[in-house]
């Protein structure tokens, strides 16, 4: 089934830098690809998304990449905040084409 | 924008005594829900798809005789833990999709068990 793997598991930036978070996928039929936003004790919350045919998607301070020859997909935070520190998951749809699939997450701190 | 609401968002319970969690779709028909359990520091790990009208399909690992899955209509689901344990603690988490637009998978805000 759908393998997904992200890195890092932590990540540490001081306020106003970016961050980068990377994952990969392992079935080439995935055709969408969110990004999710965890905080303490919370559901995740969708932050961004990018479906197959597209690119690059960009949402303010926020963009998502998309290489799906590489099946490579990373979130680009710009200008981070304190509030940004969260966990971080990305995820891919299954083999079955249903339910999503989750990295590991990626604790994100951000100092100000 | 779609919201899912879980119920309870804490609860304890006793060993041996079965705990029901309900996740709605409130502005959406959500012709599939999806279970999924949550340890600490780890990532969500797809318990079940729900369908609604239909058996549950559970993801290898799962007990279905343990977590009841139950999709009656195209806005509630519930998963009912029978018997717990103090291993089936944990922090479950409700997701659906809506049947028409297709779009986005939207969370609940999660169920906080502890069995003591």
């Known amino acids: 089934g759908e393998n997904v793997e992200q890195h890092p598991s932590t990540l540490s930036v001081q306020e106003g830098d970016s961050a980068v978070i990377k994952c990969t996928y392992s079935?080439?039929?995935?055709?969408?690809f969110p990004w999710y936003k965890q905080e303490l004790g919370k559901g995740p919350q969708l932050i961004i998304d990018?479906?197959?045919?597209?690119g690059e998607k960009k949402d303010q301070r926020i963009a998502v990449t998309l290489n799906k020859t590489a099946k490579h997909f990373s979130l680009h935070i710009t200008e981070t905040q304190p509030e940004d520190s969260a966990v971080y998951f990305c995820a891919a749809i299954n083999q079955a084409g249903t339910a999503l699939i989750f990295g590991k997450g990626t604790t994100l701190s951000v100092s100000s | 924008g779609a919201v899912v609401s879980q119920h309870p968002s804490w609860v304890i319970c006793k060993s041996g005594t079965s705990v029901k969690i309900e996740c709605r779709s409130l502005d959406f028909q959500a012709t599939t829900m999806f279970w999924y359990r949550q340890f600490p520091k780890q990532s969500l790990m797809l318990m079940a798809t729900?369908?609604?009208?239909?058996?549950?399909?559970?993801e290898q690992g799962v007990e279905k005789d343990k977590f009841l899955i139950n999709h009656a209509s195209l806005t509630l689901s519930t998963l009912t833990v029978t018997s717990a344990h103090p291993e089936d603690s944990s922090f479950y988490i409700c997701s659906a999709r809506d049947g028409v637009t297709r779009d986005g998978y939207t969370f609940g805000s999660g169920t906080r068990l502890t069995v003591v």
């Open positions: 079935d080439s039929a995935s055709n969408y």
């Open positions: 990018i479906r197959s045919n597209v």
């Open positions: 729900s369908n609604e009208g239909s058996k549950a399909t559970y």
